[in-house]
């Protein structure tokens, strides 16, 4: 499957009663709770628990889902935003990551 035909079909599930300011929020609020259930999965091994790798998966599923209703309800294509990252992580990281140039980014590098 694409990026392109995930954002796709992700879209038939968006709550299309929203506006798409409201449905912005939506996907804010959505990113910031599946970030905390991934973080609880981490969490419970300091009580011994195993991290269920098919949960894992699942939460992680749920965080892409409110990314593409964020890029949706802005009108951004998924595939845009990648190539967009790409571009950025080869400018900042012309050989690939090292630990120079995240310690010292030239000016104005996002």
């Known amino acids: ?5 995930y954002q796709r079909q992700a879209a038939r599930t968006i709550n299309w009663e929203l506006c798409d300011k409201d449905n912005q929020m939506h996907a804010l609020h959505g990113m910031a709770s599946e970030v905390g259930e991934i973080h609880g999965l981490y969490q419970k091994v300091y009580q011994g628990h195993k991290i269920d790798t098919e949960h894992l998966k699942l ?16 009108g951004w294509s998924m595939a845009d ?14 050989r690939g990551f090292d630990s120079e140039h995240s310690l010292h980014r030239r000016k104005g590098d996002v």
């Open 1 to 5: 499957m694409t990026i392109e035909e």
């Open 59 to 74: 939460e992680v599923g749920d965080l892409l889902w409110f990314i593409a209703e964020f890029c949706t309800a802005n």
């Open 81 to 94: 935003m990648c190539e967009k990252n790409i571009r950025k992580l080869r400018n900042r990281y012309p």
